[in-house]
């Protein structure tokens, strides 16, 4: 018999025997006692924590929105504002020069509605600019832009059309670029709005009052009035998470330190705020919060101001929110790892200035608000159904994501009825925005410095179907690309990681975590395979 036999024969003799299976209980008893038990109780010791790190903050921040509401304490009454008036023997020189910077990107369902709007803005047309920052490399919607620029230069407007040889730094260098303009040198202000972004005519009139009497002020941001929140259940859960940003956090921001993000447009800055925080920078895709931290460490103050709205459009497709958010979490995180020092070693700004950065605007609402919601909702607490000795108290479980979410939730009081839409959705984004945090905080992979301009659709959903163009139909294959452009393997995996979770807690667990974990599934799997957000039939 030869060597291979007899190995074999061993081996069907101790499992006969059943050595193999009791060796094999016995290391999966230990592993189990040992360390995964034990490495399961310390991540939720860890998801616990920022829980209460997170539950705290928010509970400041309604403190403090409260008493902002009781008191009055509107901006006009922390600030001189004044309505700018015409001067008879000064003329329209009492009107400070602005600049109004458009940033483009192959817009061509928008261009024409931010351009419009601009150049509809009620200020004296000897004291402003408008202008068109065109990166598009699409030759047709370059030539549009231009098209739509002569059309408003002839009708008066001071308009400039500028490109630039390529696209380096994005949005960032188009910004940096169209500063260095030699007629930019006469403009003492320049306020910001992105291709999807439409101002209310007196948006001036409104915000550059706080200029001119407060010289301390570097900028003012707008609130965002979002024009398709309608559209489908996703946009309706981002107005509901986007209202608390802005009538919370950016309001709280304000009202406490004169700081807070920047939002990247619907914003007017003080140019000498810009010169003196060193420019745009390119180095992270948060190019509008790394001025703001800069200019801040330079003593210069923000101001929200809530009551001026600019419209603006949610992104409406899956693809598009993904991206966008993958910048979002990745951007502040990378800016975090890159400025911590710069802010701890600043000396014009004071101890709890910097504790507020770093902490609270840093810390906890751009890392620890992603991390924890993923790491605890869709992996700790999943889990636990297979490990009863691993108890999660209910307050963690129940108590504080219930208190945190009401917080939310009553800024937007029309979606009340969304809110658990609102949670199951969140925590599905929370996988991407907890990978984009990693990624910005490690500089880890090629994504962190990923760039992808959000789509915008403009009101193509709303235009009738042209029935003179031909209808082609899509070939097999083509539907078979698109079906798998739908599928996203990650949320699927996690739907299915959390469907096997909630089985077995429906069947052997005493916790009744199955309840949400069955929801949850269902969440990840909606999103998993594209049905969430607006589908737009190729054209």
């Given at each position: 018999m030869d060597l291979v036999s007899l190995i074999s024969e061993a081996v069907f003799r101790l499992t006969k025997d059943g050595v193999i299976t009791q060796e094999l209980g016995v290391i999966w008893r230990q592993m189990r006692e040992f360390i995964l038990i034990p490495t399961l109780k310390v991540a939720v010791f860890l998801c616990l924590t920022m829980s209460v790190m997170l539950f705290i903050e928010r509970l400041y921040m309604g403190v403090v929105i409260l008493i902002v509401k009781l008191s009055g304490r509107k901006p006009e009454k922390r600030y001189k504002w004044e309505e700018m008036k015409d001067d008879v023997e000064l003329g329209n020189s009492n009107y400070p020069m602005v600049l109004v910077q458009i940033p483009m990107y192959n817009e061509k369902e928008v261009y024409q509605l931010s351009i419009g709007a601009a150049c509809a803005l009620s200020w004296p047309s000897d004291?402003?600019?408008?202008?068109?920052?065109?990166?598009?490399?699409?030759?047709?919607?370059?030539?549009?832009?231009?098209?739509?620029?002569?059309?408003?230069?002839s009708k008066g407007i001071n308009i400039k059309y500028e490109i630039r040889r390529n696209r380096n730094g994005y949005k960032a260098g188009a910004l940096k670029e169209g500063l260095k303009h030699s007629y930019v040198d006469m403009c003492d202000f320049v306020t910001i709005f992105d291709a999807d972004f439409q101002p209310d005519p007196d948006f001036l009139y409104k915000s550059i009052p706080y200029f001119v009497h407060n010289p301390e002020v570097g900028l003012v941001q707008a609130r965002w009035k979002f024009v398709n929140a309608n559209e489908c259940l996703m946009t309706r859960v981002q107005e509901m998470s986007l209202n608390y940003h802005f009538r919370v956090e950016q309001e709280v921001g304000s009202s406490t330190y004169a700081f807070f993000g920047f939002n990247g447009t619907a914003g007017v800055w003080r140019i000498a705020a810009i010169r003196e925080a060193g420019g745009w920078k390119d180095r992270t895709t948060v190019e509008d919060m790394d001025l703001a931290v800069r200019a801040s460490l330079k003593g210069w103050k923000f101001v929200y101001v809530g009551a001026i709205k600019v419209k603006s459009e949610l992104p409406s497709t899956f693809k598009a929110f993904r991206y966008q958010q993958h910048r979002w979490s990745c951007g502040p995180a990378n800016l975090f790892r890159k400025m911590v020092i710069e802010i701890i070693r600043n000396q014009r700004v004071d101890l709890w200035q910097k504790v507020h950065v770093i902490y609270s605007f840093f810390l906890v609402r751009k890392i620890i608000a992603h991390i924890v919601t993923f790491s605890f909702y869709c992996v700790v607490i999943p889990t636990c159904v297979f490990f009863p000795e691993v108890v999660v108290p209910i307050w963690g479980v129940f108590y504080v994501p219930t208190i945190i979410t009401v917080l939310n939730a009553i800024e937007t009081p029309r979606s009340i009825h969304l809110v658990i839409f609102w949670v199951l959705f969140e925590n599905v984004m929370s996988l991407h925005r907890s990978k984009g945090t990693l990624i910005g905080i490690l500089e880890a992979g090629g994504r962190v410095n990923e760039w992808v301009v959000t789509e915008k659709l403009g009101d193509t959903l709303l235009k009738p179907k042209d029935n003179n163009k031909p209808d082609i139909k899509s070939s097999k294959k083509s539907r078979f690309s698109a079906f798998r452009e739908r599928l996203h393997l990650l949320e699927l995996g996690m739907g299915t990681y959390i469907l096997v979770c909630a089985c077995y807690d429906a069947m052997f667990g005493k916790y009744w975590y199955f309840v949400y974990l069955f929801g949850q599934t269902v969440a990840f799997y909606v999103m998993g395979f594209g049905y969430v957000g607006t589908l737009i039939p190729p054209s």
């Open positions: 004291r402003i600019i408008i202008q068109v920052l065109d990166d598009s490399t699409d030759p047709v919607i370059k030539d549009l832009v231009e098209i739509e620029c002569q059309m408003w230069a």
